[in-house]
């Protein structure tokens, strides 16, 4: 019945009858459906050669993506269990930056093998514990499949940073790019007090800039900001100088702008006009008296203000964000400016400041000790192309601070896939009963990745398949397929290269969501089901005694 349903196309799932859904017993054919339709629609977008997809928000704004969770963000899905699927992306996201598609992919197909395992009348409680002991063992057989990676490894780590950026819009500046991605992340890189190594993303700014091609992207040791002067004959440009960080606006205080006088005679006016001009005077050479060479302000400053700053030769930039004034604030060893009173040169902080060419931005380098922050500078033709790029970058930039963090690389293209499920097939056979079912389903559902990456290049995903089987019953653990090259081959050394962070996250996150969706199922068929009292998976932690108890036991699991 079930498998009929399916054949006839419940609608794409998607807008599910709750009412219905909580009471018919295909509910959970149609919840495992609804997350599986949601797992295929980005699964064509896997790797390099995926597909992009244009995604149409309901402001009619469109985005051209092949960012597995920028896809999922953008569709406007209406379904609880399709929901999950979508949490598994934004988990991933979140937790690794990178491998979302991935995550995604292998939740679908943990779902897939999941109904197969229930139509042949397994207990969703021993799917879903096989599933957790494959998943942890997975999870550890990467650490043993992992490859040392040095800090300074700058050959590898491009390539960590470049297989991120495949099949994104980035892709074609990618060695470009690559290379300031690594530049930044070890710019930002130190080692902690216990001798471990931490990537200070805290102190990498990235500023985008419509106009250019992306192989004029920059790495700046220091800040950027998209600025112009507030006054023509100010210079542009300042080496070493001393920069004045303020917070306030530098113009009359409102109450004073704000103020009604009543004169008798036209003197009385010209002295108030005066005073306004002294107070506004008062502001510039406070600010010339400090030493300041360069201004920036977070608010606005007065035309005479402007007028007076340009005529002892200093540099004032207003509106200023908040976020780069606190930047620039590391990266010039400066403190932000409240009261212009009270402050003392203490606060100034000192750094170089230069236009670009296009005279659309200021470069803010710091050149004292105290200095630190660093930016990438992007930049694209439209902004299509800036924001699709962005996405690359920060995709690249996590998995390279991972890969420094942890010291730790992995082949890629389906290589760390196609060995686990190896592995876990052999595994399953220390586990009993049902379970070994489930933990077999699982490393069935790893190879999607694999099958997908060469499906999506246009390769015979069987033919693949056995074949990479094949040579990692042979013990090579690193072969996979290079869909650029079309070989199956050791991938590091193709220098397609992933870290075991994402992987392992992608791995909890997809096997957390499949257990997930089943575990809804569970509760709703034990309240349906309450005399049957299905206990096949004795021997499992806690196990779950009746129906009631099952709940809290799987509850506990998750
Ligand atoms: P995700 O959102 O999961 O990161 P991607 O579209 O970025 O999805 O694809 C990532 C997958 O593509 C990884 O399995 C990675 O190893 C693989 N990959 C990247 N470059 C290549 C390549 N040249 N050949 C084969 N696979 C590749
Ligand atoms: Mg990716």
């Keep these: 019945m079930s498998q009929e349903q399916r054949m006839q196309g419940q609608p794409m799932i998607i807008l599910g009858d709750d009412a219905q859904r909580m ?105 879903i514990k096989g599933f957790t002991l494959a998943s942890e063992q997975a999870r550890e057989e990467l650490d043993e499949i992992a490859v040392d990676v040095e800090s300074d490894d700058d050959e590898r780590l491009e390539q960590v940073a470049a ?32 001798g471990s190594t931490v990537v200070d993303l805290a102190f990498m700014k990235i500023e985008t800039q419509t106009g250019q091609s992306p192989g004029a ?4 040791r220091g800040g950027a900001i998209s600025k112009d002067p507030v006054h ?8 070493d100088g001393d920069v004045l960080l303020v917070d306030q606006s530098l113009e009359l205080s409102e109450a004073e702008a704000d103020t009604q006088v009543s004169v008798t005679d036209p003197s009385q006016l010209e002295e108030f006009i005066q005073q306004e001009e002294q107070e506004l005077r008062a502001i510039a050479d406070n600010i010339a008296d400090l030493g300041a060479d360069v201004v920036l302000c977070q608010k606005g400053i007065d035309d005479m203000v402007q007028h007076y700053l340009a005529k002892e030769g200093i540099l004032a930039v207003r509106r200023v964000k908040r976020s780069d004034i606190e930047f620039l604030r590391e990266v010039l060893g400066a403190k932000v400016v409240s009261e212009l009173e009270t402050a003392t040169t203490e606060d100034l902080g000192s750094g170089t400041v230069s236009r670009d060419d296009d005279e659309e931005l200021f470069y803010i380098e710091g050149t004292n000790d105290e200095a630190h922050g660093v930016t990438l500078l992007l930049r694209g033709s439209t902004d299509h192309v800036v924001d699709e790029i962005e996405r690359g970058v920060n ?32 595994f399953a056979d220390s586990v009993s009963g049902r379970q070994q079912l489930a933990v077999e389903a699982y490393a069935d559902a790893l190879e999607v990745v694999p099958r997908v990456l060469a499906e999506n290049a246009g390769y015979d995903s069987i033919d693949t398949l056995v074949e990479l089987r094949a040579a990692h019953s042979d013990g090579e653990e690193r072969v996979g397929i290079n869909v650029h090259s079309g070989d199956i081959e050791d991938t590091l050394e193709a220098g397609i290269v992933e870290t075991p962070h994402t992987k392992k996250q992608a791995l909890s996150a997809a096997s957390e969501a499949a257990n997930l969706v089943l575990k809804i199922d569970d509760i709703i068929s034990a309240g ?30 998750m």
Excluded at 232 to 239: L, S
Aim: hydrophobic share 35%; aromatic share 0%; glycine share 14%.
């Design 395 to 426: 995709d690249a930039l996590d998995v390279v601070a991972s890969a420094l963090t942890t010291g730790q690389v992995l082949p890629g293209g389906g290589a760390p896939e196609t060995e686990l499920a190896g592995r876990l097939r052999e």
């Design 23 to 127: 009471k018919d017993e295909s509910a959970q054919d149609h919840n495992i459906s609804a997350a599986q339709a949601v797992a295929e629609s980005v699964r064509s977008t896997l790797g390099p050669k995926g597909m992009d997809k244009m995604l149409v928000t309901s402001l009619g704004d469109i985005v051209v993506t092949n960012d597995g969770v920028t896809i999922l963000d953008e569709m406007d899905i209406d379904n609880p269990t399709a929901e999950m699927v979508v949490e598994v992306a934004e988990t991933q996201e979140e937790e690794a930056g990178d491998g979302t598609t991935t995550a995604v992919a292998i939740a679908g197909d943990l779902l897939k093998n999941a109904q197969d395992l229930l139509e042949r009348d397994i207990h969703p409680t021993a799917v």
């Design 217 to 220: 992207s920059e790495f700046i």
């Design 528 to 557: 349906d089901l309450s005399t049957e009292g299905d206990d096949e998976e004795a021997g499992g932690p806690g196990g779950a005694g009746g129906m009631g108890g099952m709940g809290g036991g799987m509850g506990g699991m």
């Design 163 to 194: 297989t991120a950026m495949t099949g994104k819009g980035a892709e074609e500046y990618s060695d470009h790019l690559s290379n300031l991605v690594v530049d930044a992340a070890q710019a930002v890189t130190v080692e902690a007090d216990d």
């Design 232 to 239: 023509e004959d100010m210079p542009t440009d300042v080496e």
